[in-house]
């Protein structure tokens, strides 16, 4: 047996590690393990072994091959009697049976056996120790080691030796395709979890996202199921002065990152959090940014991590003086860095508070500019527009896209949710009227008129910050506020700083009748999307929407 040890970590391979593996059917004769290799070995490796380059930043440069983002239709929950009743089954979570798991799992221990390395990381999802979860991922690829050592919470050398069994393991043969012939599979990509067995199996994709969110929906039944906490895919900070934690929701665009990132605020995280009967919680150790357009001008906390120890995920590189560039998107428009969170200079390290939350705001990005830029919300609202998860995309964000198209995405991450919207929705209404949570809807998107037309703008990140501003001094909140027609909606008559016409839509609009047309428009669609959730949610939340 050869089995090569790291200085810095504890040998993976003995007592009840070598028998673990074994029984998983791993041929130890063969392969060598390394487990939670430091960051200076796994850019030695992924440089030797996969094409890897370190950046002029110091940051290592990788790629995924073919597959550069998720593959959702790929993706598969296990049918089987321990979960099947909870589980929110349709396009989001497509049944795969136990037997077609087991082909796939075998197939997937096959490959990583005829890998000269196999690296294995154990990590913490969850900063909270009395929620976490401990996570064992199972990879052939040393950039895929480094993802997850940014990504996961990295034990403290003590934890790691008193690991023991893994609440949940990742098998990652990503760079094997499935076998399209098998029963249930639809390509030569499986991404599947079986909750059962608390495992998940990778084949035929190297993008690193899918562990990330492969955990994150672990999470997303975990917590519910078993410690009866909310989940949510949300960026959260507390103030650095009196302590109040604000969550913020928001789908792709709407400045979820932008404006969960401030100076005078501590960033708990900026993607996946736990609202627990005793505080906040990040679930993860790291951050995974859009690089697209990225400078140090417009995002200088996410620039400023890009260093030793961080991964840039199918970035362009000059190759002279290997110095990325953000602006190239010939490999895909997603190009992504991954980086421990204690690279952003304000974060909160435990990434943990014992305070609830004092603020919720849900971003939107309205393409339409019919929602005004803040408007208080009363719960029932809170639960509407949570279920709802509104926002839009504008042309030019893919292709074929020519005018502004509404994007409903429940829960803000209905991708990765497990269970039925309504049970997360009601939990966060419960969890909101017992403290007291003030709930704001933001739109970062047009003002003054549609994407597109003479009139509209996108409402000035200034005033966006001075709105959230308000929102942490207190002064929204004690605002006058008057009514918005159709939506039903409160907002405020006036806030310092901010102009009285951009604060209501129907002052800043000049063509009354276009506005009054655009507000129907949109009443349509959100009646519309809801409409699938309202035999689930009470009466007073089914009224809380629009009336045209």
């Known amino acids: 047996m050869s089995i090569l040890y790291d200085a810095d970590a504890p040998p993976l391979v003995i007592g009840r590690d070598f028998e673990y593996f074994s029984q998983a059917g791993f041929d130890m004769t063969k392969i060598h393990l390394k487990r939670n290799a430091p960051p200076a070995q796994l850019y030695e490796d992924a440089i030797r072994n996969e094409g890897a380059i370190i950046s002029s930043s110091g940051a290592l440069i990788n790629f ?12 598969r929950i296990v049918y089987e009697e321990t979960s099947k009743d909870r589980v929110w089954w349709g396009s989001v979570n497509i049944k795969m049976d136990e037997h077609t798991f087991e082909i796939n799992r075998e197939r997937a221990i096959d490959y990583l056996n005829t890998r000269d390395l196999v690296y294995v990381f154990d990590g913490f999802a969850g900063w909270d120790p009395k929620y976490r979860i401990k996570v064992r991922v199972i990879c052939a690829r ?45 390509s030569t990509t499986s991404v599947e979890i079986n909750f059962k067995r608390m495992e998940m199996v990778i084949l035929g994709t190297e993008y690193a996202g899918e562990m990330k969110k492969g955990v994150f929906s ?46 005078r605020r501590a960033l708990i995280g900026d993607d996946e959090h736990v609202w627990s009967d005793d505080g906040v919680f990040n679930i993860e150790g790291g951050c995974y940014a859009k690089c697209i357009n990225l400078s140090a001008e417009k995002e200088p906390e996410i620039f400023g991590a890009i260093r030793f120890g961080s991964i840039l995920e199918n970035v362009v590189y000059d190759p002279v003086t290997r110095k990325p560039d ?36 849900m971003l939107t990005c309205d393409a339409f500019g019919v929602l005004p830029p803040v408007s208080r919300l009363t719960s029932a609202q809170a639960s509407y527009h949570f279920l709802a998860g509104y926002t839009s995309k504008t042309p030019g964000t893919e292709d ?25 929705a009601t939990m ?100 519309k999307a809801f409409a699938v959730y309202s035999a689930d949610v009470k009466e007073e939340v089914r009224n809380a929407g629009p009336k045209v």
Not at 64 to 75: A, E, I, M, Q, V
Not at 220 to 239: D, E, I, M, R
């Open 64 to 75: 995924s091959g073919k597959k550069t983002g998720r593959s959702p239709k790929d993706k």
């Open 142 to 186: 040393a950039y895929h080691a480094l993802f997850m050592n940014n990504m996961l919470i990295r034990p403290t050398d003590e934890e790691l030796a008193n690991f023991g069994e893994p609440d949940f393991i990742i098998y990652n043969a990503g760079q094997f395709p499935a076998n399209r012939f098998t029963k249930g599979m639809s």
């Open 218 to 263: 672990v999470m997303h039944y975990l917590q519910p199921v078993k410690f009866g906490q909310l989940s949510l895919h949300s960026s959260a900070n507390v103030g650095n002065e009196k302590g109040d934690v604000t969550l913020f929701f928001g789908l792709s665009g709407t400045g979820k990152t932008t404006l969960s990132a401030d100076p």
């Open 326 to 361: 953000y602006d190239d998107v010939s490999i895909t428009e997603n190009t992504r860095c991954a980086y421990p969170i204690e690279y952003i200079a304000n974060a909160r390290i435990p990434c943990s508070v014992k305070t609830q939350p004092s603020n919720i705001i």
């Open 400 to 424: 074929g896209v020519l005018e502004p198209v509404p994007t409903f995405s429940t829960c803000y991450s209905a991708p990765f949710l497990v269970l039925h919207p309504r049970e997360y």
């Open 428 to 527: 966060l209404a419960e969890r909101m009227d017992k403290h007291g949570v003030h709930c704001w809807l933001i739109n970062t998107g047009w003002v003054g008129g549609r994407f597109g037309s003479p009139t509209g703008r996108r409402c000035p990140l200034k005033y966006t910050r001075m709105i959230v501003d308000a929102v942490h001094d207190g002064s929204l909140a004690k605002a006058e506020y008057e009514a918005f027609p159709v939506f039903g909606l409160q907002i405020p008559k006036a806030l310092e700083g901010v102009p009285r016409e951009l604060l209501n839509p129907t002052l800043a609009w000049a063509d009354k009748e276009a506005f009054g047309r655009e507000v129907r428009k949109l009443a349509g669609m959100f009646g």
